[in-house]
């Protein structure tokens, strides 16, 4: 600012002195030009200087948010992680000796009748084959392969499952097994039914515990008819998970319980 006024009064008497001496004024030309040149190499240098400034403002504010766009994926993460666990706090709750582990399905098996899936976790957190596989809306599947990273679980509606279950209401026992002309309707069978049974549409079938394989208690779904398989004329009820199995995104593993592994009597008829 003060090489500015200093120039400005400088042209000004420069005009004035042109009339009366072209010496005066050369000398004051001369002068001008010299602080012209200073002020702009001052300028200059200004500017360079802002420009350094700037750029290291940037390069700082890109490093800042780089780290604030870590910290929000890892807050992401965690608060996803809290909320699957979530799901199955009152699971845990009723049952303290179950360790559960979440998961994601990364894989479908576009050539399986029953809807088999891929889960995003394996024997590196305690998976193993047959450990039964859960939402928070009940029993699912099971895995049938599993290694560090990934198991492969088969699901309720699958011809291969046999899952002691029983009617929660009436006590009457018998197998939970699907078969090919029920899967498509996410539905599956309870077989091997007593034939006094007292079973009826509308009650609920959870798993009974014996075998050890999975654990007693887990809701499996509700009862919506009684049929007769047509080879042998056996009664069967068909039953309608609480879970839809064709859409499933997630679910989790129960590695550990009380009684698993251990054949336990079951009370049912």
């Known amino acids: 600012m003060v090489l500015i006024v200093t120039l400005i009064i400088l042209t000004v008497l420069s005009v004035f002195s042109q009339a009366e001496n072209s010496l005066v004024s050369s000398g004051l030309n001369t002068v001008s030009r010299g602080l012209f040149q200073i002020s702009a190499a001052a300028t200059a240098s200004a500017d360079s200087a802002t420009k350094e400034e700037l750029r290291a403002e940037v390069e700082a504010l890109k490093k800042e948010n780089a780290a604030l766009r870590e910290q929000l994926s890892d807050y992401i993460d965690t608060k996803a992680e809290n909320e699957k666990l979530w799901k199955y706090y009152e699971l845990k709750k009723q049952n303290p000796s179950y360790k559960i582990a979440p998961a994601n399905v990364i ?59 029983q009617d929660k209401q009436t006590g009457d026992s018998g197998v ?82 009380e009684q698993k592994g251990q054949v336990v009597k079951s009370n049912a008829k």
Request: with cysteine; net charge negative; glycine share 8%.
């Open 176 to 257: 939970l097994s699907g078969s090919v002309t029920l899967s498509d309707q996410n539905l599956t069978g309870m077989n091997k039914l007593a034939e006094n049974h007292q079973i009826k549409p509308g009650d609920m079938v959870v798993t009974s515990g014996t075998g050890g394989v999975y654990p007693a208690g887990l809701a499996v779904g509700e009862v919506q008819s009684i049929a007769f398989n047509k080879y042998d004329a056996s009664r069967y009820a068909v039953i309608k998970p609480y879970e839809d199995v064709r859409q499933i995104t997630a679910a989790a593993v129960i590695t550990e319980f």
């Open 107 to 165: 894989r479908r098996d576009a050539n399986d009748d029953f809807y088999s899936f891929t889960l995003d976790v394996g024997t590196s957190v305690g998976v193993a084959v047959n450990a039964p596989v859960i939402t928070d809306n009940g029993l699912v599947g099971w895995v049938c392969q599993a290694d560090a990273a990934t198991c492969k679980v088969k699901t309720i509606l699958s011809p291969d499952t046999k899952a002691s279950v």
